[in-house]
C-alpha cells in the first residue's frame, strides 16, 4: 500500500518568512494530492490539492509542488502570518480523491513567530 | 464550510458507559469515514462506508462499531468505553472519485 512520509514534523518560521512543508510517497499510482490545514480544537479543511498532471498550483500565498519522478511534492506558504499557525497534513490518493484511498502523512505543527 | 456536523464536540464519560457519536452530512455524499487522532495528530482510519448498509473496517483495529441506515448518517458507537478510548475522533465524507474530503469538527472523548 501507500506510505507518505512528511518533514518536518515541526516547523518554526518568523512572521514574514516563507515556510516549506515536504512530503514523499510510494505508490506511483497515487494521483491526487491535498493539504489539510487543522486548527486547535478543529477538524482538517481542505486548503490546497493538486493532481498528478500538474507540476504547481498556487492559491494567493500558498502554492504545492509535485515531482512525480522523485514521487515527492511539498507545500510553500509565503510571507507568513499568525494565523498560519496549525498543524498541516499532507496526503496521497490513487482513488480520485475519497477519503478511502487517502494516505495521510504525520502531520507539521507549523508555529508562527511573532 | 463544509456541511458536515459532529455531536457532540466535547464528551466526558464514566468507565462501562454506552456512548455514541454522531456525524451527520447534507452533502449527499455517498462515502464516509471515521478517524482516531492521537495526542501526535496522527489520523488512523478506524472505520468507513460507501453508503447505506455498506461499513468496513479502517486500518487501525477499533473496538468502536458503527451503522450506515441513512445515507447522511454514519454514527459510532462504543459499548463499554473504558480510559483507552480516550482520544479525538473526526469524521469524514466525500462524494465519490474526483471529488474532495471534508471533515467534521470532531468529538473530543474523555473517559474517566
Redesign the interface.
Known sequence: GENVEQHPSTLSVQEGDSAVIKCTYSDSASNYF?W?K?EL??????II?IRSNVGEKKDQRIAVTLNKTAKHFSLHITETQPEDSA?Y?CAASD??????G?T?G??T?LIIQP | EADIYQTPRYLVIGTGKKITLECSQTMGHDKMYWYQQDPGMELHLIHYSYGVNSTEKGDLSSESTVSRIRTEHFPLTLESARPSHTSQYLCASTGGAGVKAFFGQGTRLTVV
Open positions: 491535498p489539510y487543522q480544537g478543529k477538524g482538517p479543511q481542505l490539492d498543524v497534513f482513488s480520485g480523491g475519497g477519503a478511502d487517502l495521510f504525520k502531520g505543527h
